[in-house]
């Protein structure tokens, strides 16, 4: 062959090379570490429909990254209901946990999409399966805030509980953040699993502690009222009004004094 000929030859192969590839990746003709990894990222952005496709082209339903991270995770994450859906429908497992111990389940509990919870656990997502770090999926809801997902939790045998590594269950995250009305519902769970008021938690705190040191009001009454005690002390030797009054809530140090003079039976 002429010198020449070659040249073109090897010019040509140079130029079109990189286009063949890309359209072959882009048709999802690829090798199926990239086609798992593509799986990855479009569930991690709610993509559905480039999960669909990937899922067509044979990426593995139960593909899982360095951190153990599925593409239900991902999508439940992300609080992308409509991808992981199609997920579940495709096989995934939803009580696959990472590395972390985190589950779909848990992950959508710390998403804030409702629907997204109430599909785990229609689709048989264990509410009791609890982290590396001992966080269950209802203690992350609470942490994050999310009432809806903490109540529909609660009514669907969700354990309340669960002490984590940081020596806080979901009735100290409730009290802590003054959602009064979950820790209302954690306090009436009743069984094997329920909440003691005055339960101890790390360094000697209760939960009227806990809601007194950060002034919300509405959760100080509701203790009271459920028979707090109020001359309980850490480990600093610190009591409920104390840390009220560090505080500075002038609601919940009135709430406490009402409640020790009545306690001791002194009136005006």
Do not use: C
């Not at 785990?120 to 997902?149: C, G, T």
């Amino acid at each position: 062959m002429p010198p020449d000929r070659k040249l073109t030859i090897v010019v040509i192969l140079w130029m079109v090379l990189p286009f063949t590839v890309a359209a072959a990746t882009a048709s999802g003709a690829a090798d199926p570490r990239s086609l798992n990894l593509s799986l990855l990222d479009a569930a991690k952005k709610g993509e559905a429909a480039l999960v669909e496709s990937r899922l067509l082209d044979g990426a593995s339903i139960s593909t899982r990254d360095r951190f153990g991270n599925t593409a239900l995770i991902y999508a439940a994450r992300g609080g992308h209901f409509r991808t992981a859906r199609l997920l579940i429908e495709a096989g995934a497992n939803v009580n696959q946990p990472n590395t972390n111990g985190n589950t779909p389940l848990f992950e959508a509990a710390g998403s804030g999409n409702i629907d997204l919870v109430r599909l785990m656990v229609e689709h048989e997502a264990d509410p009791n399966l609890v982290s590396m770090k001992q966080v269950s999926p209802l203690a992350n809801a609470v942490y994050h805030q999310h009432a809806s997902i903490a109540d529909f939790l609660l009514r669907h045998d969700a354990w309340p509980d669960f002490v984590d590594n940081s020596g806080k269950n979901s009735a100290v995250y409730a009290a802590a953040t003054g959602q009064t009305e979950v820790l209302r519902s954690i306090l009436e769970f009743g069984g094997e699993h329920a909440i003691a008021v005055d339960t101890r938690y790390a360094h000697g705190l209760t939960l009227l502690m806990w809601a007194a040191g950060y002034g919300h009001a509405e959760s100080v009454n509701l203790l009271v009222n459920r028979g707090a005690m109020l001359d309980l002390t850490d480990d600093r030797g610190k009591t409920a009004l104390m840390m009220a009054e560090e505080n500075g809530n002038a609601d919940a140090i009135q709430i406490l004094l009402d409640a020790s003079v009545g306690s001791t039976g002194i009136s005006d």
